[in-house]
């Protein structure tokens, strides 16, 4: 729970301080806020309502609290939960491997904007974010 924090403070340093807004340091920001929502996310499963966030959802969702609505109510529950956690614990993968690929494009050519590759390197988290969620959502888990 301490690291969600400090993940959370790094990344609301990064955002809300001129200085580091600047290329690499927005990518080790979205890398923190994900960490620490990852975290907080999984955390929230069990310290919030063990046990019961099925029936509190299927009161205040589905304004009733039969068997097939529990059902539906703790279905829906899951799935929500895993799809976040595959999109939030995925995303800070991809994120490190654009680090890692600036850093030697770097070390290769020194003197080149790494600007013109934030973009790129979005682009790419994104749409590896749509297909590792697209790929979750089709599969049988």
Same mark, same amino acid.
């Given at each position: 729970m301490i690291s969600g924090f400090a993940m959370a403070f790094i990344a609301y340093t990064i955002f809300?301080?001129?200085?580091l807004r600047v290329h690499p340091a927005q990518l080790v920001g979205i890398f923190s806020l994900a960490i620490s929502i =990852? @975290?907080?996310?999984?955390?929230s499963a069990y310290l @919030? =309502?063990?046990g019961n966030a099925e029936v509190l959802f299927a009161q205040t969702v589905y304004f009733d609290t039969s068997q097939e609505s529990l059902l539906r109510a703790m279905n829906t529950l899951?799935?929500?939960f895993l799809a976040n956690y595959v999109f939030m614990f995925s995303l800070p993968g991809w994120i490190e491997m654009c680090l890692i690929h600036d850093m030697v494009k770097t070390l290769t050519n020194p003197m080149a904007r790494s600007d013109a590759r934030a973009n790129y390197y979005y682009i790419f988290v994104f749409i590896m974010q749509i297909i590792a969620v697209t790929v979750y959502a089709c599969s049988d888990f």
């Open positions: 809300f301080h001129e200085g =990852c @975290i907080f996310n999984l955390l @919030i =309502c063990p899951t799935y929500s």
